[in-house]
């Protein structure tokens, strides 16, 4: 089945649930993989906490593809520079410790005005459910916008949009840091 999600003001008759609460599910109810696609976060420790307990208490492995901000200038390093921000990334977001999820970044990232960026929002859930939407998880995504999303129950699907990522990994779009 396909649902719509949503974050903002409710219209009267609105059948949507909310962005946050169907995040918390999805992690929540997640029993072996969990891939985690594009989100902006602020507050990781909010949002992605229920994730951290799935990971500790049943084994959960999880994959996310986060944005990096792209270097100010060529750095000598290229590889260096990907680690260097993706422990700042967990520093900031993941505030938990072990385990740790697998992270996945752009590397043009390290390329100085490359404009690159993950803008895809996705969560797939053991192969078998999907949410795509627009709602970051920020103050501003999640308290003053209006954000809309489809939370899919299809097993070919979640499928198929998993293996997009992994695609990418495989061709060194994404590099693991």
Known sequence: GVSLVWTGP???????????????????????????????????ESILAPLHAAMRDRGVAVEMFV??????????????????QAAAWRTRY???????PTLYV???AAVPRSRASLHAKCIVIDGARALVG???????????NIEAGVLVDDTRFATELARQF???VGQRLFVEV
């Open 10 to 44: 409710e219209t009267r008759a609105s059948g949507a649930r909310d962005t946050a609460v169907v995040v918390r599910e999805l992690f929540e109810g997640a029993k072996g993989h969990v891939l985690v696609a594009g989100y902006s976060f602020e507050k990781g």
């Open 67 to 84: 944005h990096l901000d792209e270097a100010e200038s060529t750095p000598m390093d290229p590889e260096w520079y990907l680690r260097t």
């Open 94 to 100: 993941w505030p938990f410790g072990a385990p740790t």
């Open 106 to 108: 752009d590397p043009r």
């Open 134 to 144: 627009s709602a970051n998880f920020t103050d501003r995504g999640h308290a003053r």
């Open 166 to 168: 992994h695609d990418a």
